[in-house]
Every structure is written in C-alpha cells, then in structure tokens.
C-alpha cells in the first residue's frame, strides 16, 4: 500500500502530503525504490507549502552569519523562489541542460545552497569543491569532469583565469560576489532579474546528481559519482532515526561545503527534515569562536570532525555548557574515548560517530537514541547491509578484522554512489564479491556496532580530509630544491595523522639553511594545491648522493 500510495504521490501533490508525517519524517519505506525523486520538488518545495499553510514552525531554514555580523534568515519559501530563479539563470542565461556539469567552488556563502538546488531543480549536476583549491587543483577537476560552468567566489577568479585557456568545454564562469569581472558572469545580479517561476525537472532516481572528487593511494582524486539516491536515501526511516531531526532543530554542520558530509549535513538531512540548517562563514577556522557561537544561537545540533571537538577541548575554555546543544555528531575521521570522556563531562552531551566515504554518504551511525559503545562507529543504516568481508567478498564472523563492506547485489543500494566516473576498471577494483569494498578496516560485534580499525591503503586522513600521498609528493617535487619525496601519514594528537614528507633535495640547495627550507616548502605546496594537505611535520631534506655512491639516507 505504501508503494503505491508513494508512487501516486509523485504525481499528485495533495498526496504526498499523506507521507510526511508531523515531524518531517516521510513515510518511505527503507527499501523502496521510487522510480522519480527530486529533492527540490520532492521535500524543499513541499515544506514552503507547509509554511505558506501554516503547519511549520517561525524556524528559517537557512540561517547565516559571518563575523562581521551580517545575518541572512530565508523561509523554504524564500528559499524556493531564490533557487528557482538559480534555476532559471542556469537554463536561460548559461543554457545549461539536465545533465550538463557545474563546477561549484564556494565557501559557506549562502549562495551555495541555492546553485545546489537550482542544479537539483534542472537535472545540472553539481561538482562541489573546497574553495582551498589552487589553480592545478580546478584545472584537473574541468578538465576530468566536463564541466561546461563554473560558480565560484572572488578570490579564485585568477586562478580560474590562468588555467582557463586548458578548459574549452568551460563555456560559462559565474562569479558570487558583488563586483563585476570581466568575462565572468555575476550570480547575484543575475538572481535579481531571474524569474522566480520555474518548473522543476522531473529526474529519475537513476539520474546523476552529484560528483564528488577523492584522493586514493595512487594517481589523482577519482570522481564518485552520486545519481538522486543520495537524496532519497535522506527520506528513509532508518536515516530519519539517526539525528532524530525536527522541524524545530537547528543544526550546525560545520563541514567545508566541498566534502559530502556537507551535502548531507548541510542540505540533504536538515531540509529533509524541515529543519533550520545554520552556517558561520569563518574566514579562519577558531575554537573560541565555535564555543561562543554555540552559547549566542539556539542550535540544538552539531556535527563537526572530530579534531574541531578536540581543538574545543584543547582552548580550555571554563564553560562548555551550552544551553540549547542536545546532540553532537561527529564523523570524517576517529574520535578517541578519552575525547568523548571529556566531551561528556564538561558539556553533559555524548559525541554520536558515524562513519563514511564520498562514494556512500553516512553508512552506519550511533542513532540518536541508541547506546553508545565508547570507541564504536555505530550500526548500519538502512537499506545499507554492511558486513566485514576478506578480500574476496567473503563474510567474516564477528570479531574478526576485515574490510568493511556495503552489499551490492542482488540489489545495490540508494545512498551509494553508482562508480567513478569514466573509470570502470577503478569501480571494478572496488567491487568485491557481492560487497562494495571501502578499503577501511573494522571489526563487527555481536550486537552490530562496527570498529573502525583504519584504512586498508596508503591514504591519509589528517582531521578529516582524505590526502592522496601522490597529490603531496607532485607538489613537492614542483620545488627546485625537491629530487624526490615520499609522504606519508604520521600519527598527530591534534589531527589524528598528519602528512610527513621525506625529501631528496637537489645538490645546489644542500648549504641552505634547513629549517627556512622546510618553511619554503610548506608554503610551496600551500600554494600549488589546496592549502591543507601541506606537510605539517618536520621534513627533513636529506642529501642526495651522486650517482654510483652507496645508497644511505
Ligand atoms: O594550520 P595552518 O594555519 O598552518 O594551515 C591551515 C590554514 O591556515 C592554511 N590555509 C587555509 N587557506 C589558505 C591557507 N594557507 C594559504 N592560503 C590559503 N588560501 O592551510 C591549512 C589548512 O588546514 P585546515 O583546513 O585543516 O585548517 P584548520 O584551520 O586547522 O582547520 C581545522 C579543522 C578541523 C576545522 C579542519 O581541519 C576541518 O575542517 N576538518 C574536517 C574536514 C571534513 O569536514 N572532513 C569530512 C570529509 S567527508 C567524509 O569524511 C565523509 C563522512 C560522511
């Protein structure tokens, strides 16, 4: 009955009200499979008819600060109308079409929520990106992913300009500011003279979304590519139950709008929920200033990396009680028990793990309601069946190390990402058995709750960021002084790991004085890619030996 009455519902919108319950949840059942899903028509248009009708709380659902004290509050129906004139810029000025690429660059302007769903509102798909990306960095990602636009914020136009004679499928480059740039387009003066009339795609479920760019041991980032399950998957009871979201919550997620946990976090769980999604556009990341904000605006949620937490903890701050948090959640890399001892004790609120990669989206979770075992990652959510398997897609018992694996077949999942693009020897790498392998290491217990052990490979996961040593070592060996570099991850109290690098240097650059050497060369890799995978512990250079000499370090 509930299928058919979904699959109605798609079609007549008075019913699809019959499926959302009181509290935003949606009457989908954890293994259905609707053949049309759109979150724009889907759920954000849905709850701006909830609010023009009265039957949604005052909450906004988007609130957005800085810290020169600037706000932005906008209502769904607010938020419709703006992504709806996106839309139309996308369609009418750029001629973008359902299933052209955008590029999308930002840091945590408000204007990322509406290029996110004006793309979902005309079949678009979305590339996101840390907006600490240098020229190389977005070169690579036009050039991998097609992208016919790129929206971006002021201060990487240049590096956009240098690279954009490389790119001649890039046909339109959108600017997000309030001054103008030759050759580029500007986003905010397009959105005021843009109808707010648009009708929204009709998408498949099966059509891409989103592409996700990630670092692996080897070579360059490859692309995960997300079809609208990703969305969906936000609807389903099981991923409902794990922040337990109201219409009357504000949530704080605090990742980078270039990770997924972002699109999940910021956008896909909250609005799903009707929630109010709060952003603080930090120009630097503070710890004093994520205490204070958490004591000066009523958010009932956080999710944040473990190492913000930790760097919280750190300040030694005298009052960590803040008077509106009910719910922390944290994922990206490990929390340690003594940092969720300390959490507890001095704000009276456990820290929920939850666990995943850019290829699947949040896997598996401590729910909001559900015991905590100190150290764990939690269960699966549905409809993702995770087991610990061999390398060869076997299942393991409990308490048995493994990989840990998503089922794929018979039926693979919504929520996981459908491959890399134009790479199916990579997808195929990853495929195991009946299991899509994630490379991570982990344990399973009789109860269900799943410890992460680390990864299987060479990939290294400093606060939350997944650094390919590759990405490191080509940077590195830019610099005259570097011959040759080998990076690897070094365990660090802050970060978890850190990225090391060990450097062979070039023979004119032995007399230098080493130390401002090894400040050259952070600053080096700081500048030809994205700032944060810059080797943080001390390289040593070490002599290269002439030819025919014994090889020592
Ligand atoms: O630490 P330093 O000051 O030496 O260097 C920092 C920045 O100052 C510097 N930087 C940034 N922009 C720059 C720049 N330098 C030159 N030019 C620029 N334009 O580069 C370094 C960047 O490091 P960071 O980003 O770690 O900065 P920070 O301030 O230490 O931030 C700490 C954290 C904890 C806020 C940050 O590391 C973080 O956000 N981590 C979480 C990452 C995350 O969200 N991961 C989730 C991925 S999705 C996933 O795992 C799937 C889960 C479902």
């Known amino acids: 009955i509930c299928k058919f009455l979904h699959r109605f519902s798609l079609h007549r919108p008075q019913l699809h009200r019959w499926l959302i319950s009181g509290d935003g949840a949606q009457r989908w059942n954890d293994y259905d499979s609707p053949e049309e899903f759109n979150f724009a028509s889907?759920?954000?248009?849905?709850?701006?008819?909830?609010?023009?009708?009265?039957?949604?709380?005052?909450?906004?659902?988007?609130?957005?600060?800085?810290?020169?004290?600037?706000?932005?509050?906008w209502s769904f129906r607010e938020l419709r109308d703006l992504s709806r004139r996106a839309a139309n810029v996308f369609e009418q000025t750029c001629g973008l079409q359902h299933g052209d690429r955008l590029a999308l660059i930002l840091p945590r302007v408000p204007e990322w929520w509406l290029v996110t769903v004006g793309c979902i509102r005309t079949g678009v798909i979305f590339i996101p990106g840390t907006a600490q990306m240098k020229a190389k960095d977005i070169l690579y990602r036009i050039q991998m992913s097609q992208a016919k636009a790129i929206v971006t914020t002021d201060s990487l136009v240049p590096e956009v300009e240098s690279v954009a004679s490389e790119c001649p499928g890039l046909k339109t480059k959108i600017v997000v500011s309030d001054h103008n740039h030759e050759g580029w387009l500007n986003f905010r003066t397009l959105l005021r003279s843009a109808s707010p009339d648009h009708t929204c795609v009709k998408s498949k479920m099966k059509d891409p979304m989103v592409i996700f760019f990630t670092s692996g041991t080897t070579g360059y980032p490859k692309?995960?590519?997300?079809?609208?399950?990703?969305?969906?998957?936000s609807s389903v009871p099981s991923c409902r139950k794990f922040l337990k979201l109201k219409t009357s919550d504000v949530i704080w997620c605090m990742s980078d709008p270039g990770w997924i946990l972002a699109t999940v976090g910021c956008l896909l769980e909250p609005w799903t929920a009707g929630a109010t999604v709060f952003v603080h556009n930090l120009p630097q990341f503070?710890?004093?200033?994520?205490?204070?904000?958490?004591?000066k605006y009523p958010i009932t949620q956080c999710l944040a990396a473990p190492a913000v937490y930790r760097m919280v903890l750190q300040k030694n701050i005298s009052n960590l009680r803040f008077p509106t948090l009910e719910h922390c959640a944290t994922g990206g890399e490990s929390l340690l028990p003594e940092e969720y001892e300390q959490w507890k004790q001095r704000t009276g609120l456990s820290i929920h793990e939850v666990y995943g990669q850019s290829e699947t989206g949040i896997t598996c979770a401590i729910f909001r309601e559900m015991k905590v075992k100190r150290g764990s990652i939690g269960k699966a959510i549905l409809p993702f069946d995770i087991q610990i398997i061999d390398e060869k897609g076997n299942i393991l018992p409990p308490n048995t190390e493994g990989y840990i694996g998503i089922r794929i077949k018979p039926?693979?999942?919504?929520?996981?990402?459908?491959?890399?693009?134009?790479?199916?020897e990579k997808t195929s790498e990853v495929e195991c058995g009946d299991f899509y392998n994630s490379g991570d290491r982990a344990t399973i217990d009789e109860d269900g709750y799943i410890w992460f052990l680390g990864r299987s490979d060479d990939v290294i996961n400093a606060s939350g960021y997944r650094i390919g040593p590759t990405e490191?070592?080509?940077?590195?060996?830019?610099?005259?002084?570097?011959?040759?570099?080998?990076?690897?991850?070094?365990?660090?109290?802050?970060?978890?790991?850190?990225?090391?690098?060990?450097?062979?240097?070039?023979?004119?650059?032995?007399?230098?004085?080493?130390?401002?050497?090894?400040?050259?060369l952070q600053e080096h890799v700081k500048s030809v890619t994205a700032p944060y995978k810059y080797p943080r512990k001390q390289v040593h250079p070490i002599q290269k030996k002439p030819q025919g000499s014994a090889n020592q370090p």
């Open 42 to 73: 889907h759920v954000l248009d849905y709850w701006a008819q909830m609010e023009g009708e009265g039957k949604r709380g005052p909450g906004p659902a988007l609130w957005w600060v800085n810290d020169q004290g600037d706000e932005i509050k």
């Open 472 to 520: 490191v070592e080509n940077a590195l060996v830019e610099h005259p002084a570097v011959s040759e570099s080998a990076v690897v991850s070094s365990p660090d109290k802050d970060r978890g790991e850190v990225v090391k690098a060990f450097i062979v240097l070039n023979p004119e650059f032995l007399s230098h004085d080493q130390e401002q050497l090894i400040k050259e």
């Open 286 to 295: 503070d710890p004093k200033v994520i205490v204070e904000t958490l004591f």
């Open 411 to 424: 039926t693979r999942p919504l929520g996981l990402f459908v491959g890399y693009e134009n790479s199916p």
């Open 223 to 233: 692309m995960a590519k997300h079809n609208q399950g990703l969305a969906f998957r």
